[in-house]
């Protein structure tokens, strides 16, 4: 018996990090780096670069930013269902290294990459800190 291709879902609704400590959601799909590459959305140049973040994944110490930097948003370009990349562009937004990381790690390991992420709501990076804010700044910042 053979998989029914109308059940199966490729695309699905992710949280990822957002600009000012708010949620990005998302929907994302998982396209095939090595599609991408041979219908030439990555290019010859930067196919190196392409074959190392895709074995390697992308780390501190992986090589040239620029062609990475290429690479994770063209693939970020495949992934974005809604909204597309393209919206985002006209709207003048432009995805952080963290969105663009993230994407990219979805599109590899799937919604198990971004468990990194769950459980961060807005400004949680900010509660954990303040254990040594005055009072005085808790009222002038509007915070009992």
């Known amino acids: 018996m053979s998989t029914d291709v109308k059940k199966i879902q490729t695309d699905a609704e992710v ?7 708010d949620a990005f959601v998302c929907v994302l799909r998982r396209p095939s780096l090595l599609a991408l590459a041979s219908r030439g959305a990555i290019t010859n140049p930067l196919m190196k670069t392409a074959r190392k973040l895709f074995y390697a994944g992308v780390s501190a110490e992986s090589g040239n930013l620029e ?8 693939i970020a370009a495949a992934a974005l269902v809604r909204p ?4 985002l562009e006209a709207c003048g937004i432009e995805l952080t290294d963290e969105q663009l990381i993230a994407i990219f790690q979805y599109t590899q390991a799937g919604v198990k990459a971004l468990e990194r992420f769950r459980g961060l709501t807005a400004g949680d990076e900010y509660r954990q800190h303040g254990t040594g804010v005055s009072s005085k700044a808790k009222r002038d910042a509007g915070n009992p």
């Not at 597309?84 to 919206?87: G, I, K, L, V």
């Open 15 to 21: 949280v990822l990090p957002g600009w000012c400590g």
């Open 84 to 87: 597309t990349f393209a919206e």
């Open 67 to 74: 062609e990475e930097g290429r690479v994770l948003l063209e």
